[in-house]
Every structure is written in C-alpha cells, then in structure tokens.
C-alpha cells in the first residue's frame, strides 16, 4: 500500500472512532426531537426548562471560562453537538428504545437501554463539587422548571 493510502486509512479509522464516540454503552443518542414526535407534552414543556438551555447559558457565562470540560454536565453526551441536558441525558440514548413496538413494552424499553431516572441519575451531574449543587429528586418531581410536564405523572 502507498504511504499516501495508509494515511488514508488511518484517517477514515479516526473518524470511525469519533462516530462510535456519540454511544452511551451500545446504544445511539438520537437526539430530543426524535422524542417529540410522541412526546409532544414533555417536549414543549421541557424545552422551557434550564436544562434545555444549559449549554447556551454556560458558554455565556462571565464568571467561568467555557471550555470543552463543561459539556460533561452542560449538554447531554459530554459533546456540545448534543447541546442542553437533553431527554436522553436523564433517559439514556435512545437509538435502540425509540421505535413505537419498543417503547409501548415497558420492560422491553428498559432491556434497549430506556433509564427511568432515580437520584442517582442527577446525582452524576450534580454532584456536589464546585457550582454543581446536589438536588433532590423526590422534591423535583412537580417542578416543571427542572423536568417536564407529565402526561401520566409517576406514583398516581
Ligand atoms: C414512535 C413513538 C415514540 C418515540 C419516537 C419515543 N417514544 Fe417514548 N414512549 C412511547 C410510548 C407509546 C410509550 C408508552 C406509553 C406512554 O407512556 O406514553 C413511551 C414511554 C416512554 C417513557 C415512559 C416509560 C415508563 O413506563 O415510565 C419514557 C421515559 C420515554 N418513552 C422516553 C422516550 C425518549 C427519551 C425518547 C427519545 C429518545 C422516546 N421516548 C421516543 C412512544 C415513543
Ligand atoms: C459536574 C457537573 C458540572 C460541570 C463540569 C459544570 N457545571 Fe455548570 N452547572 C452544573 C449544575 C448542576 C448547575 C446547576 C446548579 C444549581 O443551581 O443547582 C450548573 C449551573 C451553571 C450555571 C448557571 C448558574 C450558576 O451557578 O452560575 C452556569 C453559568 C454554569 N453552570 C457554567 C459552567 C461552565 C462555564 C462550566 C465549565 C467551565 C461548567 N458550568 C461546568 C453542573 C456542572
Ligand atoms: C447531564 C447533566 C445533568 C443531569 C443528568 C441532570 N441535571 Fe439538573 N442541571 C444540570 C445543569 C448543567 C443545570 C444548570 C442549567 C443552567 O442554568 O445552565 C441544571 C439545573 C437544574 C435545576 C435548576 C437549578 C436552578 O436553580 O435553576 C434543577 C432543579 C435540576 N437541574 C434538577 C435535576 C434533577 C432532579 C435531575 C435528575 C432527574 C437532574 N437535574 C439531572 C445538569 C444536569
Ligand atoms: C432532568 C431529567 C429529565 C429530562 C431532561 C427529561 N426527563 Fe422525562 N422524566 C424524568 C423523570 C424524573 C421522570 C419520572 C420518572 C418516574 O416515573 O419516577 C420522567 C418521566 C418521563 C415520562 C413518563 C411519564 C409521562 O410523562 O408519561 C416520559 C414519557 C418522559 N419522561 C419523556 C421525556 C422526554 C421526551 C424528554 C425530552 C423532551 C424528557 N423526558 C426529558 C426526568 C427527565
């Protein structure tokens, strides 16, 4: 093989590895307006939310610098193409759970990567250090400034 090829190889390797970089264990992120298409209800309310805007608001920070590091929290694969803390950072991405005969089977969801969140799913970005304050998520369950609206509310 020419040098010339092998470089590029090696190069169309790299961005094979960067593809496989967007997958949170085996499944894809898909991004939230995949979500909308049946989940109207949460969609428009959690767009609202400070979540959806997070990656905005931290490069417009003035009291810390941005960089690449604030992506772990501030958008939803650690990669600010997924900007805002998105529904797949809190549901996991949604590439294999996503089709209507998966989704409608609750347990068959979960087994395709589907996260129906609990406290340590906060906890991962919320974790307590620097500006990054723990939250309660059994206090946050009606707070639709922090999560979404509800079309079937947990516990009721
Ligand atoms: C093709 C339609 C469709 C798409 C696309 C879709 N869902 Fe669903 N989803 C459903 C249906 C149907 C249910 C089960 C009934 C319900 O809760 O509405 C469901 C249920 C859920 C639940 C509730 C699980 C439970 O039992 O508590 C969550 C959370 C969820 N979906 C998240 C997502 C996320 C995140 C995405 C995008 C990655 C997504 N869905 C994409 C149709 C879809
Ligand atoms: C460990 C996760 C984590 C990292 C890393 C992180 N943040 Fe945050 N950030 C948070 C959380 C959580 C909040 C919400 C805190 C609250 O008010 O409860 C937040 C809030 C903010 C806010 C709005 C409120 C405030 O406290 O000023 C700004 C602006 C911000 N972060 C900027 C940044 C910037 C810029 C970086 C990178 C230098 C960064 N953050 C890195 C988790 C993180
Ligand atoms: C991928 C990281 C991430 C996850 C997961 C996450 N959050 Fe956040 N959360 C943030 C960031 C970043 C902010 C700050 C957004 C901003 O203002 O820039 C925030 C803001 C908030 C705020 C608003 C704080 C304020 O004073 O404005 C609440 C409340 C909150 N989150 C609750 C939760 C709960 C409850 C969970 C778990 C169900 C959760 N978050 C999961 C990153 C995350
Ligand atoms: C900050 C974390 C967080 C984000 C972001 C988030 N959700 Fe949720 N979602 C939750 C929590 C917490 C629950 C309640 C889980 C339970 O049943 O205890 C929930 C429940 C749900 C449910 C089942 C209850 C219902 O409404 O019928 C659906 C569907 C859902 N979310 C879809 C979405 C979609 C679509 C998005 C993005 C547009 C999204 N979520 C973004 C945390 C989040």
Redesign the pocket.
């Known amino acids: 093989m020419r040098k010339s090829s092998l470089w590029i190889v090696l190069g169309l390797a790299a961005v094979v590895l960067v593809a496989f970089n967007v997958q949170a264990g085996d499944h894809a992120f898909v991004g939230a307006a995949k979500c909308k298409m049946c989940h109207k209800v949460q969609y428009a309310s959690w767009e609202t939310?400070?979540?959806a805007?997070?990656t905005?608001?931290?490069k417009a920070s003035t009291d810390r610098e941005y960089s690449a590091d604030c992506a772990?929290?501030?958008?939803?694969n650690a990669d600010e193409a997924m900007a805002g803390?998105q529904c797949e950072?809190?549901h996991g991405a949604g590439g294999d759970f996503k089709k209507m005969s998966i989704m409608k089977d609750r347990d068959a969801a979960i087994a395709n990567g589907l996260i129906i969140?609990t406290?340590a799913?906060?906890d991962?970005?919320?974790n307590g250090e620097d500006h990054?304050?723990k939250?309660?998520?059994a206090?946050?369950?009606n707070?639709k400034?922090?999560?979404h609206d509800f079309k079937n509310p947990p516990g009721e």
């Open positions: 939310t400070s979540h805007k997070a905005d608001e931290a772990k929290c501030h958008a939803t803390v950072a809190c969140p406290q799913t906060c991962g970005c919320h990054a304050k939250v309660a998520l206090d946050n369950l707070n400034e922090a999560i």
